[in-house]
């Protein structure tokens, strides 16, 4: 069931209001590499003296280089925050697409105050970091896992903020709460799904847009069938 809510949010991806929202997406993720990229550049010396052999003007080229691909590369961690940053700012764009194709029939629901999301996800995004920061170690000691690692605590993580951020437009903070809590492994194998594209570079630029529309069509299964 969790990959035909994925399908449908996959077969939806050619919406105007989708294609809006991923074009600032990928315009905010982009931007947010830049400066950090910019960043470092400017941190680095224009020549490197190394002893005994002088001025090296061409090892800081290397070096800017490397930092480029280093960047990209970090996207794949960047893009858990972003992700996060992401649904708080868009959800209702990509809900309302997703319940106007698919649940025409349902009363129109009162956005969450933009205030009450700032907050939430403010919070989860400092949860986010430390629980990231503290599974660095465990992503040391099981180096050969430490992707499916990664997954796992992302998986978590980003599913309960999803279905959390969806489910409080209908149910409320408190109704949200009880039934995420009652359905936290379906919740936890949708945001698994989501944190494994995640960490392939460009594909997961368009993950956040695929996540919100999953955890859409999720919560209106399960909300529809209890």
């Not at 992401?86 to 649940?103: I, N, S």
């Not at 969806?166 to 989501?194: E, P, S, T, W, Y």
Request: with cysteine; net charge positive.
């Amino acid at each position: 069931m969790i990959f035909s809510d994925f399908q449908k949010a996959i077969s939806q991806l050619n919406d105007s209001r989708f294609l809006r929202v991923m074009g600032y997406g990928v315009a905010l993720t982009v931007a947010l590499l830049a400066t950090v990229t910019m960043g470092v550049q400017w941190i680095l010396p224009d020549t490197i003296s190394l002893p005994w052999v002088g001025e090296i003007a061409w090892l800081s080229s290397l070096l800017s280089g490397f930092v480029l691909f280093a960047m990209i590369g970090m996207s794949v961690f960047l893009m858990v925050p972003v992700a996060s940053i992401f649904t708080g700012f868009f959800l209702e764009q990509v809900a309302d697409a997703v319940e106007d194709k698919h649940y025409p029939t349902l009363a129109d629901v009162s956005p969450v105050p933009f205030m009450d999301m700032l907050i939430d996800s403010a919070k989860f995004l400092a949860l986010l970091v430390v629980v990231n920061l503290c599974a660095l170690v465990l992503y040391l000691i099981f180096t050969p896992i430490a992707p499916i690692l990664f997954w796992a605590v992302n998986g978590m993580l980003l599913g309960r903020e999803y279905f959390q951020l969806v489910a409080m437009r209908k149910l409320g903070r408190a109704g949200a709460n009880a039934m995420r809590k009652k359905h936290r492994f379906q919740i936890f194998l949708a945001g698994f799904l989501m944190a494994v594209p995640l960490s392939v570079p460009f594909i997961n630029l368009f993950i956040p847009v695929l996540g919100v529309a999953t955890f859409t069509h999720l919560f209106h299964r399960i909300n529809t069938a209890k």
